[in-house]
């Protein structure tokens, strides 16, 4: 069992940058693969980014050369850097862990946090 905890959100200008961070419990993290995802109002959840557990990442295409995903296995600790914000990224961010290799399908992800609001004001 993988417990995970969000953190870093809040209320930002465009433009600006905000960092997220996930943190899980228990001593296998470094098992899993990563995934950060988010869900607007009225929205399905949509993948953002993913890294493998050797750091591999893949993103979703309207994040690319904004938001950079990594992972420090000795904090157990997953991080979504997002620079260039835009007010389309305003939506609760989660982060999600799976054995095996990453994926960019909700579906695929054993385990959820309870997610951390972005909101990026105009």
């Known amino acids: 069992q993988v417990q995970l905890v969000e953190s870093g959100g809040g209320l930002v200008q465009v433009g600006g940058s905000l960092r997220l961070s996930c943190t899980a419990s228990?001593?296998?993290?470094?098992?899993?693969?990563m995934g950060w995802f988010r869900q607007a109002p009225g929205n399905e959840r949509e993948f953002v980014a993913a890294i493998s557990r050797g750091g591999t990442s893949s993103y979703q295409d309207s994040v690319k050369g904004r938001f950079t995903i990594s992972r420090d296995n000795a904090k157990n600790t997953v991080y979504l850097q997002m620079n260039s914000l835009k007010p389309e990224d305003t939506a609760v961010y989660y982060c999600a862990a799976r054995s095996g290799v990453r994926a960019s399908t909700a579906g695929e992800y054993d385990y959820w946090g309870q997610g951390t609001q972005v909101t990026v004001s105009s």
């Open positions: 228990g001593r296998t993290f470094s098992s899993y693969a």
